[in-house]
């Protein structure tokens, strides 16, 4: 869990450590944009831990074997501007700090061509959100809803529950509806994910104050050796 920060990294580093996550101890000072390298690459270990990772801050089992075919699309996933904390999503996909900094609207919701499988006889909870998670990555948005719907009915926990939801308003937000997303995170109990996706869509709407306080609430709370909680920091320094 993050302590109290007292540096702010350069977006440059920032950029660097969240894609190749190296120590937290190595940020240092001040703030100045700077492109992403376009020779990182993403390991797709490391970003299948990532896209694991809500589930886990939740308090739930994360033990699934990473998909054969989740390697390539971690070399396909497009750049995203504004990328939710969600269940196949990994910090990675900020790829591109220019469109971030310009606010290149068609990077916020790209789709990809190709998503992954995880083949299950009798599919948890956990496998069903990481199949309604690929629908959404490429763009079949009724297929995911319909597979949110039997997720929900698997979830039991109130942590399970919230998992679902906060998939419901990844959903709505991959497919434009930037309303309904606000009002399934608004409802939510507030946790690191909720204020992380709370701090995005503020980020989204231009309200740097909100951004900023869900963000340092999120940085609080995430691990300080997870993607997420680099992305954040990034987030917290963009104006």
Request: hydrophobic share 40%; net charge negative.
């Amino acid at each position: 869990m993050a302590t109290a920060m007292t540096k702010q990294p350069t977006l440059a580093q920032l950029t660097a450590r969240f894609l190749a996550i190296p120590s937290a101890n190595d940020l240092t000072n001040s703030v100045e944009p700077h492109e992403t390298p376009a020779s990182f690459t993403t390991d797709p270990r490391t970003a299948w831990n990532d896209a694991l990772a809500v589930a886990k801050f939740l308090g739930l089992n994360t033990s699934v074997s990473m998909p054969t075919d989740w390697s390539t699309y971690t070399r396909v996933a497009p750049h995203q501007d504004f990328l939710p904390l969600a269940i196949g999503n990994f910090p990675q996909q900020v790829r591109d700090l220019t469109s971030l900094i310009t606010r290149n609207n068609a990077a916020e919701t790209a789709q990809s061509h190709s998503g992954w499988s995880v083949k299950a006889q009798n599919p948890n909870l956990l496998e069903t959100l990481l199949n309604a998670a690929s629908q959404r990555t490429t763009g079949e948005f009724d297929r995911a809803n319909q597979t949110l719907t039997q997720a929900a009915k698997l979830a039991k926990s109130q942590h399970e529950q919230t998992l679902v939801e906060n998939e419901k308003a990844v959903l709505a937000w991959a497919n434009g509806d930037r309303e309904s997303a606000k009002a399934i995170w608004k409802k939510l109990p507030q946790n690191a994910v909720v204020v992380f996706n709370l701090g995005l869509l503020a980020k989204w709407e231009g309200d740097n104050q909100t951004a900023h306080q869900n963000f340092r609430l999120a940085i609080e709370s995430l691990p300080d050796d997870s993607g997420w909680y680099a992305l954040a920091l990034l987030y917290l320094a963009l104006e």
